[in-house]
């Protein structure tokens, strides 16, 4: 690993892009995104990642929300 | 963590069900929660011509999908909403979606049903909510399609978390006429009304979002820009804060109220409606309520065709 590589977490729908260093699980990710279990979807290349899987640096990991909503 | 279903490396866990599943035991089960509710509720047979309203975004594509494979006979229903690029990709997706399978999709369009129809032209000439304008325009166009194609079933993608929303807000403010009819199967009380069925009721959107995913549905994943700050968004995260700290929340406050405590409410004697003076379509005043809206959004307009000269001429 190169010194100093981060993981790059792309938010949707917000296209927003973050970077985080460091291996943990995925419900700690979220929790520090401030995103609530259930609401998103976690996809590391074409698989979802459940909340107990690790991440780590170098990993591309997309966090799509679910909610949608507005007209009855 | 083990699949429920094969024992193999699960990919998505429900918390609210207590499983787990891998992705061909996922599409399966999505599949299996559908089919149950259509048989449980008595929505349609095999029989029926559906008409599917479909938004492109991930529930309305999601529930399509199924009605096809469990091979309903379906057509969809896109409306363009006139919101600018969302209702332009949208709709982009909605066709995509039924080209690759070889469906049946109408298209209408409220730009093209008359001048200043767009949702936000709507919103800003009335001063209404946009999403409170497109709720009317939409039933209307879809209660409209429904009756002049000949369908037998209007077939909306609103999932569990659109109905524990809009119930958490009918209760906050004990809406009864509102209560009595949130139901996820709605009889017609006209004859140019269809029934209009709910088959997602009882799956979260988490559920319908890792369905499309898994099926490689290409839906549009941004929001409506229209859709910030509205209220029943505020309702989504209250509810899923609770969901967050207790599992299964969002679908015994639905399932319950379906099976316990809907039918205590009853809809306020009514007259049978008439027909709406403008359209034909059921209204229980003079005007059904599309056409009450598009009146007033010409009534607005002419005002302020009337006071832009008089001002030039001050």
Same mark, same amino acid.
């Given at each position: 690993m190169l010194p100093g590589a981060r993981m790059r977490v792309v938010l949707h729908p917000q296209r927003r892009t973050v970077e985080v260093q460091g291996r943990r699980p995925v419900r700690r990710l979220l929790a520090e995104l401030g995103v609530l279990p259930g609401t998103a979807m976690v996809i590391r290349r074409d698989e979802l990642l459940m909340d107990g899987e690790i991440v780590e640096d170098d990993d591309e990991i997309e966090i799509r929300a679910v909610i949608?909503?507005?007209?009855? | 963590m083990k699949c429920t279903r094969c024992k193999q490396k699960p990919e998505v866990h429900l918390r609210a069900h207590n499983a787990a599943f891998c992705r061909p035991c996922y599409i399966l089960y999505f599949?299996?929660?559908?089919?149950?509710?259509?048989?449980?509720e008595k929505m349609f047979g095999r029989e029926?011509?559906?008409?599917? %309203?479909?938004?492109?975004?991930?529930?309305?594509?999601?529930?399509?999908?199924?009605?096809?494979?469990?091979?309903?006979?379906?057509?969809?229903?896109?409306?363009?909403?006139g919101i600018g690029e969302y209702s332009d990709a949208s709709h982009d997706k909605a %066709?995509?979606?039924a080209a690759a399978r070889g469906v049946p999709l109408l298209v209408r369009s409220l730009a093209l049903e008359g001048p200043g129809l767009a949702v936000p032209d709507v919103a800003g000439a009335t001063r209404r909510a946009p999403?409170?304008?497109?709720?009317?325009?939409?039933?209307?166009?879809?209660?409209?399609?429904?009756?002049?194609?000949g369908f037998d079933v209007l077939v909306t993608g609103h999932n569990l978390d659109d109905e524990a929303a809009r119930l958490l807000g009918n209760v906050l403010r004990w809406q009864r006429d509102h209560l009595a009819r949130q139901r996820p199967v709605l009889e017609p009380s006209h004859p140019k009304f269809v029934r209009k069925v709910k088959p997602l009721y009882l799956v979260s959107e988490y559920e319908t979002a890792v369905y499309a995913f898994m099926r490689g549905i290409d839906?549009?994943?941004?929001?409506?820009?229209?859709?910030?700050?509205?209220t029943q968004l505020l309702y989504k995260d209250a509810l899923n804060r609770l969901e967050a700290e207790s599992p299964g929340t969002k679908l015994s406050f639905?399932?319950?109220?379906?099976?316990?405590?809907?039918?205590?409410?009853?809809?306020?004697?009514?007259?049978?409606?008439?027909e709406c003076q403008q359209c034909g379509m059921p209204a229980y005043g003079a005007l059904c309520s599309f056409c009450s809206l598009v009146r007033e959004v010409e009534t607005r307009r002419e005002r302020r065709v009337r006071r832009v000269?008089?001002?030039?001429?001050?």
């Open positions: 949608s909503g507005g007209a009855p | 599949r299996r929660q559908v089919e149950r509710a259509i048989e449980h029926d011509g559906l008409l599917i %309203a479909v938004s492109g975004g991930k529930d309305s594509l999601a529930l399509w999908d199924v009605l096809i494979e469990l091979g309903y006979r379906t057509t969809g229903l896109y409306l363009g909403l %066709a995509a979606f999403c409170a304008a497109c709720g009317a325009m939409k039933r209307h166009f879809f209660d409209a399609a429904a009756h002049e194609g839906y549009i994943v941004e929001e409506c820009p229209n859709a910030a700050g509205a639905v399932k319950e109220w379906v099976r316990t405590t809907q039918t205590l409410f009853t809809q306020p004697d009514r007259d049978v409606p008439g000269p008089a001002a030039q001429g001050a």
